[in-house]
């Protein structure tokens, strides 16, 4: 008897295995153009990583609306993803000198996203929800909007080129973005002596969040050829600099100075201070 329902289970392979290899051939020829024209990686790279921004605010505002994250929480893993994941996008660029301008473009527009919600020219106030504390748009036009500038001079003036950016923005998203999160969580009656509303586990996970993402994304840096690092000399001077900047940023002053300004502006001082030691070849 004929079964009409059964398949060949070889040619279904056989023709998926045809469909990888023509898809791939194909992935590789655009690779290539994208090589071969710089101005056109550099767009597609922008568009990547504009669209992955657009992603990443949609799907925490999607989890917050719902109640899926508490909204602060939700607030802090924008803050700890958007940063590296930016970064992340980095290597699509071209190594053309003007990459990073294309690429500073991503930082733009949500800094003037971030501009035209905290003013209520666009009205979301879901959105609003999943960048802020409690939800007031204004908060915008502090933290997030720091945020996105630090980003920005990050870009603009450190690129691929030094690993004193990668530190910026690691030890504000991953260190001082750890440090909420960790901290509320089990900094419990442990708090710090000079300032009891921090916390020695917040502190300790901005340290080690923030240099762990720093270092992690100096050595791919370095992999890829973007500078040379001697890796222990390397990991001493973010070591360093990771420590300094959790004590600025366990001091009570945020209230006076934000941390997404205290903090990248520590690293920013300490980098060219420690620049051999971070470029140490
Ligand atoms: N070193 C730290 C930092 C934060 N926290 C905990 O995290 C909460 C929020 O920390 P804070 O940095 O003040 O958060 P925000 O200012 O809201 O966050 P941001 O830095 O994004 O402005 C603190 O009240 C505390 O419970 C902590 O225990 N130890
Ligand atoms: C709530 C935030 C900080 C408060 O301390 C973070 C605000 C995030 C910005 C609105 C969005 C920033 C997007 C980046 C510039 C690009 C990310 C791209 C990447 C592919 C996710």
């Not at 508490?70 to 990459?99: E, M, T, Y």
């Not at 240099?211 to 040379?228: D, L, N, P, R, T």
Request: hydrophobic share 50%; proline share 4%.
């Amino acid at each position: 008897m004929s079964c009409l329902g059964c398949f060949d289970s070889t040619k279904l392979l056989g023709n998926g295995a045809q469909l990888l290899e023509t898809g791939s051939q194909q992935a590789s020829s655009v690779l290539l153009v994208l090589q071969q024209n710089p101005l056109l990686q550099d767009v597609c790279a922008t568009v990547v990583a504009a669209a992955g921004a657009i992603a990443l605010v949609k799907i925490f505002r999607a989890l917050s609306s719902r109640g899926i994250v508490d909204q602060k929480l939700s607030r802090k893993l924008v803050h700890i993803l958007a940063g590296p994941g930016f970064a992340l996008c980095w290597p699509l660029f071209s190594a053309d000198p003007n990459a990073r301008f294309f690429a500073a473009i991503v930082p733009c527009l949500n800094l003037l996203r971030v501009l035209a919600l905290g003013t209520g020219v666009i009205d979301d106030p879901k959105t609003v929800n999943a960048m802020s504390r409690e939800g007031d748009k204004s908060e915008l036009l502090r933290g997030p909007l720091y945020y996105v500038v630090v980003l920005l001079g990050a870009t603009l003036v450190y690129w691929r080129e030094s690993p004193v950016g990668v530190v910026v923005f690691s030890l504000m998203c991953g260190g001082d973005g750890l440090a909420d999160i960790v901290g509320r969580r089990l900094g419990g009656r442990h708090k710090l002596p000079w300032n009891s509303s921090k916390s020695w586990a917040g502190s300790g996970a901005m340290f080690l969040g923030g240099s762990s993402m720093a270092i992690a994304f100096i050595a791919f840096f370095c992999s890829m050829g973007y500078f040379e690092c001697d890796i222990a000399a390397m990991a001493l001077g973010v070591a360093a600099i990771a420590a300094v900047a959790t004590l600025i940023e366990s001091l009570p002053i945020n209230q006076k100075i934000d941390d997404n300004i205290s903090v990248p502006g520590t690293v920013a001082l300490l980098g060219f201070l420690l620049r051999s030691a971070l470029l140490a070849a």
